[in-house]
């Protein structure tokens, strides 16, 4: 098998690669409908209630791939199982173009979720051992801001292609996410090396269970959970939400999603620099606080500035809140349990978001204004800052009570 080093083109590759992965998986697999959800009702394919419902099928593949990624990968090999999901995305958008029945359009957007959740599971890790130990910080930026290219390149490709019909808006996007994974396989997966980058420290000897704390780590796991709940109503019901709720049309909508995406595009960043000022902990207690007002900014301000920074800054804050929790969850994990904490949280992400899916789109059903649900999203984060500033505290006395026990030492 190929040496890291060895690679075509050097390691630089492999983030690079896992960008694609990302911006394919959770950019096109996705975050392409909800630009499509004002044309789906508009088109007379789906009603609104079964776009709300569409939308939270594709969030219960996102859990079924969060559940069962570990072990997809551990069957096929980590070069097998990204190859086949990012083949199950282009055949899922694919067959997106087609005004299916219900249940037959929903399978295709399950498996778009599964996909996706698989993708990012599998690759952030693979990519990771193989990277030395200086490179990670760069490598993980680079890899997570492919969800704000992707969230991006779908605001400005579905916006030229709707004149040309919703079919044909699914068909091109196939075609560049096509391109894409077949470029990011010749160049990079099929080269995949088997090992580890020398000096990895998943090789390191395990700390003391009995001295891990389970009650921080919980409060950040749910924490990083109860944001995805959060992100719900932005992440579904955004496009139109500004489209038909305000009236503001299509175009418009488009507009704040592409501020979306590139609040995704420099969260990663924006988190690593304040990671080094603050501290991961209170960098993600700062993160959920903007996270928090800025999708309850709407529910005040339907202007410009309102929706443009609700856009800007929620799209920030999600990336910014991955990194800054796989992040928290590092220092505060047993070296030999990282990996296993990590799936637990990303599982954990995965299935609060599946919930709070169905359960917004029960939400809007009922009250038939998206408005209720951002102010329940907001609610919900609200919640989420409570318990990533309990973890914080928490975390800041337990590091401050080491300190002591080593200087009496």
């Not at 929706?307 to 994990?333: D, F, K, Q």
């Not at 954990?348 to 102010?375: C, D, E, K, N, P």
Request: glycine residues 12%; aromatic residues 10%.
């Amino acid at each position: 098998m190929t040496n890291s080093h060895d690679m075509p083109g050097g390691l630089w590759r492999l983030p690079l690669a896992g960008a694609v992965a990302l911006l394919l998986g959770v950019g096109f697999g996705r975050y392409v409908f909800t630009p499509l959800i004002t044309p789906l009702v508009e088109s007379g394919w789906f009603t609104a209630e079964q776009t709300a419902r569409l939308g939270a099928i594709n969030l219960l593949g996102y859990l079924i791939g969060a559940a069962g990624a570990n072990r997809y990968a551990g069957w096929l090999g980590p070069r097998r199982a990204i190859a086949s999901c990012l083949i199950a995305l282009v055949i899922s958008l694919v067959a997106c173009a087609w005004p299916w029945a219900m249940i037959v359009y929903g399978f295709w957007r399950l498996i778009a979720g599964a996909a996706a959740a698989t993708l990012t599971i599998v690759v952030t890790p693979t990519i990771m051992a193989r990277m030395p130990a200086a490179r990670r910080p760069l490598a993980s930026a680079t890899i997570f801001t492919g969800i704000g290219v992707g969230t991006m390149g779908v605001s400005l490709l579905v916006p030229r292609l709707a004149s040309a019909g919703i079919g044909a808006t699914w068909l091109a996007t196939a075609g560049v996410g096509a391109v894409l994974a077949w470029i990011s396989w010749l160049g990079v997966w099929r080269h995949l090396p088997a090992e580890a980058a020398p000096g990895d420290d998943t090789a390191a000897a395990p700390a003391s269970a009995g001295h891990t704390p389970w009650v921080l780590i919980g409060l950040v796991v749910a924490a990083y959970g109860l944001s995805a709940a959060g992100y719900v109503p932005h992440s579904l019901y955004w496009v139109d939400y500004i489209a038909r709720e305000l009236g503001r049309g299509l175009e418009a909508g488009n507009r704040y999603w592409l501020l979306l995406g590139l609040g995704g595009v420099i969260g990663p960043a924006l988190a690593g620099i304040t990671a080094r000022w603050l501290g991961f902990e209170r960098a993600l207690v700062a993160a959920f606080v903007l996270m928090t007002l800025a999708t309850a900014l709407p529910l005040v301000l339907t202007g410009f500035t309102g929706l443009g920074l609700s856009s800007l800054v929620v799209g920030a804050m999600v990336p910014a809140i991955i990194t800054l929790t796989a992040g928290t969850v590092h220092a505060l994990s047993p070296v030999a349990r990282q990996r296993q904490i990590w799936g637990w949280a990303t599982l954990s992400f995965a299935a609060t978001q599946a919930v709070g899916g169905f359960a917004m789109a029960r939400l809007y059903a009922f009250a038939g204004s998206y408005a209720t649900t951002i102010a329940a999203g907001a609610v919900i984060l609200v919640v989420a800052t409570g318990c990533s500033l309990a973890g914080a505290i928490g975390a800041r006395r337990r590091a401050l009570a080491v300190r002591a026990d080593r200087s009496k030492g």
